[in-house]
């Protein structure tokens, strides 16, 4: 399928959501599939949405210059050694303030 992406070994599909204005940060869908190897982490996801979605998401995450709140499944998450399982959602959204 040409919208998946695979770092290889065991696979684990998870699927990527971005939310809101997360999903300006992204050209092209806001929604992914995405392969990875079995045991892979959020900072694991987040390598192959720097190389294949989103460099400055992957990497201004990564490094700390950008912040956006992630959940898998529906719940925050705020690690990125978070091990991911097969079938997880994960969705990426700014963080939003009101008055």
Same mark, same amino acid.
């Given at each position: ?21 997360? /999903?300006?940060?992204?050209? =092209? ?6 392969? %990875?190897? @079995? +045991?892979?982490?959020? !900072?694991? $996801? ?24 992630? /959940?898998?499944?529906?719940? =925050? ?6 091990? %991911?399982? @097969? +079938?997880?959602?994960? !969705?990426? $959204? ?6």
């Amino acid at each position: 399928m040409d919208n998946e992406l695979f770092i290889g070994g065991e696979v684990l599909k998870v699927y990527v959501t971005f939310l809101g204005r997360a /999903s300006d940060l992204v050209e =092209g869908r806001r929604v992914y599939e995405v392969e %990875l190897s @079995d +045991g892979s982490t959020l !900072a694991d $996801l987040l390598k192959v949405i720097k190389d294949r979605i989103s460099r400055r998401v992957g990497e201004g995450i990564l490094e700390g210059r950008l912040f956006l709140y992630i /959940s898998v499944n529906g719940v =925050g998450v705020f690690s990125l050694n978070h091990v %991911l399982r @097969d +079938g997880d959602n994960v !969705a990426f $959204l700014t963080p939003e303030m009101g008055g």
